[in-house]
């Protein structure tokens, strides 16, 4: 029903900088809760940033005061500002929609991911 792209990933020193985003195509966007996610190899996907339908955020410590997560509903896009990037933030970064209302309530849908590599 849904399809998330994710983009904006690469190389960035620590420090630095970056800027990702989902763009979500179909009509859920707006009854969608949005979420970033990571995951390294070998590791389960971590919750990076949420956003609700009504705006409301939630971060990890790992990255609250550094992350910014952001949706923009008439372009049907979510989006993450990374700030002074760490070697540890290094990973696969994946998009999430979660249906909150509607007749797809609660299914869930990811993004293929971009990578994020913090290095020198």
């Known amino acids: 029903q849904v399809q998330l792209v994710e983009s904006g990933g690469g190389l960035v020193q620590p420090g630095g900088s970056l800027t990702l985003s989902c763009a979500v195509s179909?009509?859920?966007?707006?009854?969608?809760?949005m979420a970033w996610y990571r995951q390294t190899p070998g590791k389960e996907r971590d919750l990076v940033a949420r956003?609700?339908?009504?705006?409301?955020?939630n971060y990890p410590d790992s990255v609250k005061g550094r992350f910014t997560i952001s949706r923009d509903n008439a372009k049907n896009t979510v989006y993450l500002l990374m700030n002074s990037l760490k070697l540890e933030d290094t990973a696969v970064y994946y998009c999430?929609?979660?249906?909150?209302?509607?007749?797809?309530?609660?299914?869930?849908?990811w993004g293929q991911g971009t990578q994020v590599t913090v290095s020198s």
């Open positions: 999430n929609a979660r249906v909150t209302t509607g007749q797809l309530i609660g299914n869930s849908y």
């Open positions: 179909g009509s859920l966007f707006g009854r969608s809760a």
């Open positions: 956003i609700t339908s009504g705006g409301v955020t």
